[in-house]
T-cell receptor, first 112, second 111 residues
Framework: QQQVKQSPQSLIVQKGGISIINCAYE??????FPWYQQFPGKGPALLIA?????SEKKEGRFTISFNKSAKQFSLHIMDSQPGDSATYFC???????????FGTGTRLTIIP | DTEVTQTPKHLVMGMTNKKSLKCEQH?????MYWYKQKAKKPPELMFV???????INESVPSRFSPECPNSSLLNLHLHALQPEDSALYLC??????????FGPGTRLTVT
């Protein structure tokens, strides 16, 4: 119940294309869903986040879509650029114990 | 400013050594975290301090000993580590346990 399932494990997208990463959860105690971007040898950086009372949030080229009934959320990166090549982790915060549970990560590669 | 700093960047230690990792934040955040991250895996929570008190210990072996001297500082004392403890150790801070801001990490190698 504490798991967050993330797919795909790796993704290759052409420059200018749309990158889509999906996550699913079971625990209804999750109340906050952030996405983190991590470059090799660096710490994860908070990219964008959403709460379950909102179905979509957009910040620049990054959009989170949230489907509460399906317990799924996804990250869309529009006009993907080589600089977006990184590992992306979805996560979910548990209202009860304030812990973040991370997905397994998606390694995104943007090719020219 | 959402900066969390960590020192050292890299650390190599033998199994009999004692060393410490340091984390600092000046954002006035009330919670600080230690995570361990192995290659190609997500961060794993180790400890949480809230208002300078240890609030969560994720059953971490006693060879890892956290300390929070004040609201801006977090240390992780290491003793008698094993080679499998080699990993990236990440510190994070948060005001409200929602947005957690991570530092760059300390790459630890145990020989």
């Amino acid at each position: 119940q504490q798991q967050v399932k993330q797919s795909p494990q790796s993704l290759i997208v052409q420059k200018g294309g749309i990158s889509i990463i999906n996550c699913a959860y079971e625990n209804t105690a999750f109340d906050y869903f952030p996405w983190y971007q991590q470059f090799p040898g660096k710490g994860p950086a908070l990219l964008i986040a959403i709460r379950p009372d909102v179905s979509e949030k957009k910040e620049g080229r990054f959009t989170i879509s949230f489907n509460k009934s399906a317990k799924q959320f996804s990250l869309h990166i529009m006009d993907s650029q080589p600089g977006d090549s990184a590992t992306y982790f979805c996560a979910a915060r548990n209202f009860g114990n304030e812990k973040l549970t991370f997905g397994t990560g998606t390694r995104l590669t943007i090719i020219p | 400013d959402t900066e969390v700093t960590q020192t050292p960047k890299h650390l190599v230690m033998g199994m009999t050594n004692k060393k410490s990792l340091k984390c600092e934040q000046h954002m006035g955040h009330r919670a600080m975290y230690w995570y361990k991250q192995k290659a190609k895996k997500p961060p794993e929570l180790m400890f949480v301090y809230s208002y300078e008190k240890l609030s969560i210990n994720e059953s971490v072996p006693s060879r890892f000993s956290p300390e929070c001297p004040n609201s801006s500082l977090l240390n992780l004392h290491l003793h008698a580590l094993q080679p499998e403890d080699s990993a990236l150790y990440l510190c994070a801070s948060s005001q409200n346990s929602y947005e957690q801001y991570f530092g760059p990490g300390t790459r630890l190698t145990v020989t």
